[in-house]
């Protein structure tokens, strides 16, 4: 790629934000935040209702609690994109995983119910990859349909336990809702997750091979690329990727349900594209995901706050989701 | 040669799987007749619009994610307007309104050009909150001809009135669309984008009118929503798995460019007269659900095996 003096400069500009995609997300999640602060005097910025302090860390602190749950579930979009993939029973595995937790706790402890409940994660996404790398089914069907058959699963499973009773296993409510140093302590797990996450994408062997597969299937097939043990190990780490996220949200929560990580899902999808990564593999980042996922959050927020009847705020949303796309794909030139 | 023989046996076998499944219920409900059919016929019906309306935008290459989202603001329109005027009129708008979104998607598709399942996953947001501005809580009424209209049968003693709708409603989009020259246009898109384009196919025009053709679909299976249930329901229905389950078992291949609309119509039957014989069979529904998702799998990969070609694009 050759960048002349003759381009127009809003071309160079596009090929800028391509090459660092973070730049535009990060400027427009501050737009929306200085948007949030008008709409809402004092919201992020105490110190304008008279109140102490510069920026709210309360405030902040919620945004990024909320977050967490999203941007790891957007983790799964993100590494099953790479390859042109999609997981679509990562808002499932997450429900799964947070319901079996909070059934096995009561029973028969803390640690091996959050094993059994990882376990869970394990075994969806290893069906994925066996079906999506051996058997060779489009993802989108085969996440769906290993989706539908987890919540049918579920269903039976939440049969059986009824007497049982559910708690929520105190060491996952400290994650989710308590705080250390004014920041929520689901941040610390996630810090070194996302770096775990992008040092994966960026500096590992597995990571270029997923760039490589969903860049040209066949050229890294002929390049000796065993493709099926790629994906496997891919999908099984998206469960499991999401089978945490949904230990994580249970903390959150603190209720667990038949449905309780299942909104995420969608918005889980927005997030990764949002920030970058492309649907039709060889191209993503996590950090825009992650960065994605505080978007989202924010103008839920706002649009909480508008006050507006639920259907103006779901469909709302949605123009969003494609406004903020069609301008992403604007600006870079890129799909 | 082979690859259009492999298209109809794919049907055939969908066939033939068809009446056995017909035959296996009989066994074991020997009371299964044809009422038992009229009423699988019925409640097949909003299923098969979706479906339909699914494989026409998968066939020119995309997905529309917003199936059941449009059709649960269609079902609300026609409830709301129903309450207020005549039938014929509300029929008619509510196919407008249906044929209007389903445009609304294509012309967003082509000229954001934001990748087909982004899209449509934003407008699936859309459109819920539509059907919930229009009515909040379920509500309103059908005329009651409306569901007369897919109830008991037709002429002759046995004929289900709901097959009649079905095959008249979607044959009378598709079989012209399918003999024109748009038809060959949507198919040729679907094949190989690029391709079409350089020989002179208006792609962005052909995939936005297969995206309203899709509404259309759409917004019959609200109207047959509506009448099978007498309201309207704001909280869109199951369909969106259940369409794109019958589309792939139906021979269409996910990237589009090939399979009919026949094949899937007939995967929507399998599918529900297997929920029936569960039922007959007195299976807890949760363990149904398990079943359908593990019978939809297993075609899949069956289908994928098969073909020994890659479905991905």
């Known amino acids: 790629m050759s ?47 008279g109140r102490d302090g510069l920026i709210s860390t309360f405030w902040v602190g919620n945004l990024i609690k909320f977050a967490i749950p999203l941007a790891m579930l957007a983790a799964c979009q993100v590494l099953t994109m790479l390859t042109a993939g999609i997981d679509l029973s990562a808002g499932i595995v997450a429900t799964v995983a947070a319901f079996v937790c909070a059934t096995l706790s009561s029973i028969w402890g803390v640690a091996p119910a959050v094993l059994i409940a990882l376990a869970t994660g394990l075994v969806v996404g290893v069906v994925n990859g066996v079906g999506v790398g051996i058997v060779r089914v489009h993802p989108l069907i085969m996440t769906l349909g290993t989706g539908l058959i987890a919540t049918g699963c579920l269903q039976v499973y939440q049969r059986l336990v009824i007497n ?22 689901g941040l610390y797990l996630f810090v070194p997750f996302s770096v775990f996450v992008i040092w994966l994408m960026r500096y590992t062997g597995f990571g270029r091979l997923l760039f490589a597969l969903g860049s040209n299937e066949n050229a890294a097939k002929l390049s000796g ?59 993503g980042s996590y950090a825009g995901a992650i960065v994605g996922a505080l978007i989202l959050r924010v103008l839920d927020t706002m649009l909480t706050l508008l006050q507006m009847p639920e259907g103006a705020r779901t469909a709302l949303f949605g123009l969003i989701i494609l406004a903020v796309t069609a301008l992403y794909v604007r600006i870079t030139g890129a799909r | 040669m082979t690859a259009s023989l492999g298209k109809h046996a794919w049907v055939l076998g969908l066939l033939v799987l068809f009446l056995v499944l017909i035959g296996l219920t009989k066994l074991v409900q020997p009371s299964f007749s044809l009422a038992g059919i009229e009423s699988l016929t019925r409640a097949a019906l909003p299923f098969a619009f979706a479906t339909a309306g699914m494989a026409v935008v998968v066939i020119v290459g995309g997905i529309d994610l917003s199936v059941a989202s449009m059709m649960a603001v269609c079902a609300v ?48 947001f859309v459109w819920e909150g539509t059907a919930l501005l229009i009515l909040n809580t379920p509500g309103g009424a059908t005329a009651d ?48 984008e690029t391709a079409a384009f350089r020989s002179g196919v208006p792609v962005g025009r052909t995939k936005i ?8 679909y759409c917004a019959m299976g ?56 569960l039922t007959f069979l007195s299976v807890d529904p949760n363990v149904t659900t398990i079943i359908e998702g593990v019978i939809m799998v297993a075609v899949v990969m069956l289908g994928a095996a098969l073909t020994h070609r890659g479905t991905r694009k």
């Open chain 1, 164 to 185: 049982a009773g559910a708690e929520v296993p105190t060491f996952l409510s400290w994650l989710g809702t308590g705080r250390t140093l004014g920041m929520p302590n």
């Open chain 2, 77 to 124: 329109t026609a409830a709301v307007l129903m309450e207020r005027m005549a039938g014929v009129p509300a029929i008619l708008i509510v196919l407008a309104v249906g044929l209007g979104m389903g445009l609304i998607n294509g012309v967003l598709i082509v000229l954001t050009k934001v990748p087909d399942i982004v899209a449509t996953l934003a407008m699936l």
């Open chain 1, 225 to 283: 690329v065993r493709s099926w043990q790629v994906y496997i190990a891919l999908y099984a780490l998206s469960g499991l990727i999401a089978a945490l996220a949904g230990l994580l949200y249970l903390g959150i929560i603190r209720q667990p349900s038949l449905s309780l990580a299942n909104p995420l899902l969608l918005p889980s999808v927005a997030a990764a594209v949002i920030g970058g990564t492309s649907i039709f593999g060889g191209r």
């Open chain 2, 222 to 277: 609200g109207l047959s929503l509506a009448a099978l249930t007498g309201i309207g329901e704001p909280v869109p229905g199951p369909y969106l798995l259940a369409s794109v389950a019958a589309v792939v078992l139906g021979g269409v291949v996910l990237g589009g460019g090939k399979g009919g609309l026949l094949g899937p119509i007939i995967a929507v039957f399998i599918l529900r007269i297997i929920r029936s014989i």
């Open chain 2, 145 to 192: 001809w409306v569901e007369a209209g897919i109830r008991g049968s037709f002429l002759i003693g046995w004929f289900p009135k709901a097959l009649v709708v079905l095959v008249v409603g979607i044959a009378l989009v598709w079989v012209p669309l399918r003999r024109s020259k748009l038809g060959l246009s949507i198919y040729a898109t679907g094949s190989d």
């Open chain 1, 3 to 49: 960048t002349t003096d003759t381009d127009p400069p809003l071309l160079r500009l596009g090929r800028a934000m391509r090459d660092n995609p973070l730049i535009p997300l990060v400027l427009f999640l501050f737009a929306l935040v200085v948007l949030l602060e008008v709409l809402r005097p004092g919201i992020v910025m105490p110190i304008r209702s």
């Open chain 2, 209 to 216: 009118i297969a995206y309203g053709i899709c509404g259309l």
